[in-house]
């Protein structure tokens, strides 16, 4: 069984930054993809930021320049540096990876339980 376990969310000021951790555990074969979700109040859920296997990266345009996915040493790691928050980031944030685990002979979608991210003065 795969795990995604998030940390780092909290309360933040505009123009303040925060910095999410997630990591993965459980018998993993391989990541695919790993990455960010938000779903803001009343809204869809929204990928912020993805990284594939590759290296290649995708990011929301209303992140573009503010958020990034810093390198992680820990392939089971993933890391979200976000800069000048808003208030239109308020959300709660989910770990996303594309895993293939021992247990399974083909790579499925994994989720954390969320963090909250508030940004309020």
């Known amino acids: 069984q795969v795990e995604l376990v998030e940390s780092g969310g909290g309360l933040v000021q505009p123009g303040g930054s925060l910095r999410l951790v997630c990591v993965a555990s459980g018998r993993i074969v391989a990541i695919n993809s790993k990455g960010w979700y938000r779903q803001g109040p009343g809204k869809e859920r929204e990928l912020v930021a993805i990284v594939t296997s590759g290296g290649s990266t995708t990011y929301a345009d209303s992140v573009k320049g503010r958020f990034t996915l810093p390198h992680s040493d820990d392939e089971d790691a993933v890391y979200l540096q976000m800069n000048n928050l808003k208030p239109e980031d308020t959300a709660v944030y989910y770990c996303?990876?594309?895993?293939?685990?021992?247990?399974?002979?083909?790579?499925?979608?994994?989720w954390g339980k969320g963090t909250q991210v508030t940004v309020s003065s």
């Open positions: 996303y990876g594309n895993i293939a685990s021992e247990s399974s002979h083909a790579s499925r979608d994994y």
